[in-house]
């Protein structure tokens, strides 16, 4: 007997001891095979089998607390298509959050008109708008992590209270799951940020020494090839010196980047208007984008727009982001740049000082799994005339400035609805 039927059996009126053993069993049972998953994105499928499995409700909402940047982000939905997922989430500082962490339980909407009306204008606006009838904590440890939000009954009928009795116990045991995934995430995502660190630094002592040892005899080449330059007469010789010459300049280009990767320029901290930065840089590639046919457009989400930092590198690090978007999108697409304001007071104290969350969305062709963890390498590159040395600089000024970046892809083959890269860099705003 699968799941679902077990839990239909439950649900009729039965002995009220034999039927309570059996629902504590299957729920024990539920939360193993929750627990035995640490892989979010399987996690969320599941958890949402399962609801569906107690009651076919339409649509379904999964919303996690975000820590980067401070919200409860919708990260899961069913049933219903929204084409700013983005923009659906609640404010932890909001009456909807306070009231499900003080009461540590469901909300039937329709039932408590007055627990609506308590709630924000935003807030009453996003649940009409996506059709919640009722709303369910994620409680863990004594936290909000997470909720959950469902439609009606596909049936129209009331959810039943022997239904909500089996939502409440199921939930208590997702949030539980969720934060064992989280914590799993976490801590993966530590050690390939310790190992990427350990790699690079090793990279970057080799870097620097080949780079000096290439420099000298590249000067005296260059040198030597425009002292010829000087005595040849033919027209075609004279094209042929030229393009050494530019093949010289090309490796001493690459042997800067070097040099910049393995002993970066120290930042020259500043305060400054960060949304008049990204407006700037936008303008220097907006005429190569619309060329491409690729429209970029900015949401600044946060109030202030000051930032402690080093422009000039800063610049740098979006303006390299920006083209390797739109180098991305051959066909056209679109690049979205958010800003947020991250979370302040973070327990994670290699996170604690990131204030700032700034993301670059593209709807280009995505970069295959297996090179994905070598993007950051110096010299890997997919592209036909690349160095492979801008992430790599890019990883390093964020570095430098006390931040982190991180990156996520999916192929137009993994993902043919939803592919594109998603790259995410952490600043904080300084003093």
């Given at each position: 007997?699968?799941?679902?039927?077990?839990?239909?059996?439950?649900?009729?009126?039965?002995?009220?001891?034999?039927?309570?053993?059996?629902?504590?069993?299957?729920?024990?049972e539920?939360?193993?095979?929750?627990?035995?998953?640490?892989?979010?994105?399987?996690?969320?499928?599941?958890?949402?089998?399962?609801l569906?499995?107690?009651?076919?409700?339409n649509?379904?909402?999964?919303?996690?607390?975000?820590?980067?940047?401070?919200?409860?982000?919708?990260?899961?939905?069913?049933?219903?298509?929204?084409?700013?997922?983005?923009?659906?989430?609640?404010?932890?500082?909001?009456?909807?959050?306070?009231?499900?962490?003080?009461?540590?339980?469901?909300?039937?909407?329709?039932?408590?008109?007055?627990?609506?009306?308590?709630?924000?204008?935003?807030?009453?606006?996003?649940?009409?708008?996506?059709?919640?009838?009722?709303?369910?904590?994620?409680?863990?440890?004594?936290?909000?992590?997470?909720?959950?939000?469902?439609?009606?009954?596909?049936?129209?009928?009331?959810?039943?209270?022997?239904?909500?009795?089996?939502?409440?116990?199921?939930?208590?045991r997702?949030?539980?799951?969720?934060d064992?995934?989280?914590?799993?995430?976490?801590?993966?995502?530590?050690?390939?940020?310790?190992?990427?660190?350990?790699?690079?630094?090793?990279?970057?002592q080799?870097?620097?020494?080949?780079?000096?040892?290439?420099?000298?005899?590249?000067?005296?080449?260059?040198?030597?090839?425009?002292y010829?330059?000087?005595?040849?007469?033919?027209?075609?010789?004279?094209?042929?010196?030229?393009?050494?010459?530019?093949?010289?300049?090309?490796?001493?280009?690459?042997?800067?980047?070097?040099?910049?990767?393995?002993?970066?320029?120290?930042?020259e901290?500043?305060?400054?208007?960060?949304?008049?930065?990204?407006?700037?840089?936008?303008?220097?590639?907006?005429?190569?984008?619309?060329?491409?046919?690729?429209?970029i457009?900015?949401?600044?989400?946060?109030?202030?727009?000051?930032?402690?930092?080093?422009?000039?590198?800063?610049?740098?690090?979006?303006?390299?982001?920006?083209?390797?978007?739109?180098?991305?999108?051959?066909?056209?697409?679109?690049?979205?740049?958010?800003?947020?304001?991250?979370?302040?007071?973070?327990?994670?104290?290699?996170?604690?000082?990131?204030?700032?969350?700034?993301?670059?969305?593209?709807?280009?062709?995505?970069?295959?799994?297996?090179?994905?963890?070598?993007?950051?390498?110096?010299?890997?590159?997919?592209?036909?005339?690349?160095?492979?040395?801008?992430?790599?600089?890019?990883?390093?000024?964020?570095?430098?400035?006390?931040?982190?970046?991180?990156?996520?892809?999916?192929?137009?083959?993994?993902?043919?609805?939803?592919?594109?890269?998603?790259?995410?860099?952490?600043?904080?705003?300084?003093?």
């Amino acid at each position: 007997m699968n799941f679902a039927r077990r839990l239909s059996s439950l649900l009729r009126p039965s002995a009220g001891r034999a039927r309570q053993e059996k629902l504590n069993y299957t729920l024990n049972e539920f939360s193993r095979s929750l627990t035995l998953i640490v892989d979010l994105e399987q996690l969320k499928d599941s958890v949402i089998t399962y609801l569906r499995e107690i009651v076919n409700v339409n649509p379904l909402y999964i919303y996690l607390l975000n820590i980067d940047l401070n919200r409860y982000q919708l990260v899961e939905s069913r049933g219903y298509e929204m084409p700013d997922e983005e923009n659906l989430f609640f404010d932890p500082d909001g009456p909807l959050v306070h009231w499900l962490a003080v009461n540590e339980t469901h909300l039937v909407v329709s039932e408590h008109p007055d627990i609506f009306a308590f709630f924000s204008e935003a807030e009453r606006e996003m649940l009409e708008r996506t059709g919640v009838e009722s709303i369910f904590p994620l409680m863990s440890m004594n936290r909000l992590t997470g909720l959950v939000c469902l439609g009606p009954k596909t049936s129209r009928e009331k959810m039943t209270g022997d239904e909500i009795e089996l939502l409440d116990s199921l939930m208590g045991r997702a949030a539980l799951a969720f934060d064992n995934a989280y914590l799993y995430q976490q801590q993966k995502s530590r050690l390939k940020k310790m190992y990427r660190a350990d790699r690079l630094a090793t990279l970057g002592q080799l870097a620097a020494g080949a780079a000096h040892e290439i420099r000298n005899p590249l000067t005296s080449i260059r040198s030597t090839i425009q002292y010829l330059q000087k005595s040849l007469i033919g027209r075609k010789e004279a094209e042929l010196v030229a393009e050494l010459i530019e093949e010289v300049d090309r490796i001493n280009g690459i042997i800067e980047g070097l040099l910049s990767f393995s002993k970066p320029t120290k930042p020259e901290m500043k305060r400054f208007d960060l949304e008049q930065l990204l407006s700037q840089t936008i303008a220097l590639v907006d005429n190569t984008a619309r060329k491409s046919g690729v429209a970029i457009e900015l949401n600044y989400r946060v109030e202030t727009s000051l930032l402690a930092a080093d422009p000039a590198l800063l610049k740098q690090v979006f303006l390299n982001l920006m083209m390797n978007s739109i180098e991305a999108m051959e066909d056209g697409g679109r690049l979205i740049i958010s800003v947020d304001r991250a979370a302040k007071g973070r327990t994670d104290l290699s996170s604690r000082r990131h204030n700032y969350s700034l993301i670059f969305q593209d709807t280009g062709q995505g970069i295959p799994p297996a090179d994905l963890e070598h993007v950051f390498d110096p010299f890997f590159t997919t592209k036909k005339d690349g160095t492979g040395l801008g992430l790599s600089i890019c990883y390093g000024i964020i570095q430098q400035h006390g931040g982190e970046i991180e990156i996520e892809s999916e192929t137009a083959k993994d993902n043919p609805e939803k592919h594109g890269t998603r790259i995410t860099l952490h600043l904080p705003a300084g003093n």
